[in-house]
């Protein structure tokens, strides 16, 4: 699977006013999820209290593209937010807007997003790329993929660095272990390839990868 190039993502140190949204408002850029990342954050945050919760949240802006109708469309935090809007359907979260489009059509946003790499248009399953009309209008629509799951946990591991203005960085690893043999495995059962995925992810063959340690 080929993804195509991208912008980066701009931070939201550079200055960005920050602006209080309905998590429900927002408009996933991908189609699937890793549900092993879901539930851990769902676990996280009910850990939590509110005011913990919206510093948190506050720290953790999303990247957010508006067109001319008001639509946001979110670029990143695709994880953490469903976790909230499955446990709260009126949840806010703070946000800032990196590109404003000058444009009223929802096809209009999504070819302009699409052109910036800022898009991942591959199912649960690997398959793809979909039309950007395919994409699901709610987080609550995202499908679940293992691979992504499986990343997260190597993440979480420290074998794969953190690349946060790289769209999609976790998919392009997935979408590359989907090319190694690995044994049957789910989100919620991650373990039977837990042992293969970690020596893959240290292996010179990922080098090529962003992110990669080379590490044990």
């Known amino acids: 699977m080929h993804l195509p190039h991208y912008d980066r993502i701009p931070d939201h140190d550079g200055g960005h006013h920050l602006i209080k949204v309905r998590v429900s408002d927002l408009q996933p850029t991908q189609m699937c999820v890793g549900l092993a990342e879901v539930r851990s954050r769902q676990k996280d945050f009910r850990q939590e209290s509110s005011k913990e919760r919206l510093e948190y949240l506050r720290g953790k802006p999303v990247p957010l593209v508006r067109n001319r109708l008001g639509q946001l469309w979110m670029v990143d935090r695709h994880h953490r937010l469903r976790a909230l809007l499955e446990m709260d359907p009126d949840v806010t979260t703070y946000g800032y807007v990196i590109a404003e489009l000058d444009s009223a059509s929802s096809d209009a946003a999504l070819l302009a997003l699409q052109d910036r790499g800022w898009l991942y248009l ?37 074998l794969i660095k953190p690349q946060r203005l790289i769209p999609y960085h976790e998919f392009r690893w997935g979408a590359w272990l989907r090319t190694r043999p690995l044994p049957p495995f789910s989100s919620s059962q991650l373990e039977p390839a837990l042992p293969a995925s970690r020596r893959l992810a240290q292996s010179r063959a990922a080098a090529h990868l962003a992110g990669w340690t080379g590490q044990s």
């Not at 995202?142 to 990343?151: A, F, G, I, K």
Request: hydrophobic fraction near 25%.
């Open 122 to 158: 591959h199912d649960g399953r690997g398959n793809g790329p979909w039309e950007p009309c395919e994409l699901p209008q709610s987080l609550l629509g995202l499908e679940d993929d293992p691979y992504r799951s499986l990343v997260w946990k190597l993440k979480k591991e420290g």
